[in-house]
């Protein structure tokens, strides 16, 4: 049974208190307040977009794709815009009779999208126009995957799936094994060649032929503990973060794992939990953790101690940290984008995106792209002062 967050506090401490499932007088632990920020940076906005509903009501993670000057994104209540980069103005917009859950995929000439009601759609990127409407599993709320002849789906169900990317037939299915209890949410498969890797509520990391799902490696990344349902979900939400010849692999209640590509031999490992991911920059390797804790970990050697912490977004539901020029960017539940120094970890800007949260920011050509929970999508430079 796949749990659905009220709020990403569900999974961090005071689990039940806080979504008010049960009565009780145990306490509950609040957001951190805002503290003042030395701003040494301005936020200057080059342009924005409303995008439909943007992640909807539900905890999607609808990534943005970019390509060729053109930012491809799309909204939980089907709609899909193609804008240029450079200005955000409008080039195409589809909207979709379905609710959007996973995406956006790209590869070759194609979009992808996956379905809330367990369909996958291709969309020629250059119109927005439907190619093909394919069956799915069950519900995609990953970003789909494609090097232009083939595509990769992961489901809800713990399927991994092959098609061809131009037809939408179906080639293989991957299962894996699904716990009683996990998070909503699925890692996004990775491209890697010949191969795809993909992450699985169970904590395992595998490695699979991308012609016909051939088991290459399975390496077990977490592994439940506790005596509770919920103390034992170790799943593997974050996205897969690929450095070198080796992929950063973090899960919930479990590690922060970095792997070998073509072995899976696991290189190192911290005990870490996170939902959202890691990023790389200035020899650092930079992860959200479950309390909303950003942290820096020396890349190499062996990961014991962590170069810096902030621990002032405590319980603000923060985002996957974006490593760009000199700083780490993060977003909040109350829709804040954050600027960190990669160097210390401190503040150097805040500026608010929207108010419905912000759990998605890209960065390209050292712009700033975030993209609202409630549909708005902004593009900052950043300037010193």
Request: one cysteine or more; charged letters at 20%; aromatic letters at 10%.
């Amino acid at each position: 049974m796949k749990l659905f967050k009220c709020s990403l506090l569900i999974f961090v401490s005071a689990i039940v208190s806080a979504c008010g499932v049960f009565g009780g007088d145990d306490e509950v632990e609040l957001p951190a307040e805002l503290v003042r920020v030395d701003e040494e940076v301005n936020f200057r906005r080059l342009w924005s977009a409303n995008i439909g509903d943007g992640q909807g009501d539900k905890y999607n993670r609808l990534q943005p794709v970019i390509e060729g000057g053109v930012i491809y994104v799309a909204a939980s209540n089907g709609i899909v815009q193609a804008l240029n980069l450079e200005d955000g103005r409008r080039i195409w917009q589809s909207r979709l009779g379905y609710y959007i859950s996973g995406g956006v995929g790209l590869g070759g000439d194609y979009l992808f999208l996956g379905t809330e009601d367990a369909s996958l759609i291709a969309l020629d990127k250059n119109s927005g126009e439907t190619v093909w409407v394919r069956d799915a599993s069950s519900e995609v709320l990953s970003v789909p995957a494609s090097d232009g002849e083939y595509l990769i789906v992961q489901s809800a169900d713990g399927r991994l799936t092959g098609y061809d990317a131009n037809t939408g037939d179906q080639l293989w299915i991957y299962e894996s094994t699904v716990p009683a209890l996990s998070l909503r949410g699925t890692s996004s498969p990775i491209i890697i060649n010949n191969f795809v890797l993909a992450g699985f509520e169970n904590g395992d990391l595998v490695s699979v032929a991308i012609d016909n799902g051939t088991l290459s490696w399975n390496s077990r990344i977490a592994v439940p503990t506790g005596r509770s349902e919920i103390e034992r979900i170790i799943d593997i939400d974050a996205e897969l973060f690929i450095d070198g010849g080796s992929v950063l692999v973090p899960s919930y209640q479990g590690f922060l794992s970095m792997i070998d590509i073509t072995t899976g031999q696991t290189l190192w490992r911290v005990e870490e939990s996170s939902i959202t991911g890691a990023s790389t920059g200035f020899g650092n390797i930079y992860i959200s953790d479950d309390r909303g804790h950003v942290k820096a970990y020396r890349g190499g050697g062996t990961q014991e101690e962590t170069v810096w912490v902030n621990e002032q977004l405590d319980l603000r539901e923060i985002s996957k940290p974006v490593s760009f020029n000199n700083y780490i960017a993060v977003g909040d539940f109350e829709g804040y984008l954050h600027l960190l120094s990669q160097v210390d970890g401190r503040f150097v800007g805040r500026i608010r995106v929207g108010r419905k949260g912000l759990r998605i920011i890209q960065s390209q050509g050292g712009i700033l792209y975030a993209y609202g929970n409630g549909g708005n999508l902004v593009a900052y430079q950043i300037e010193a002062k």
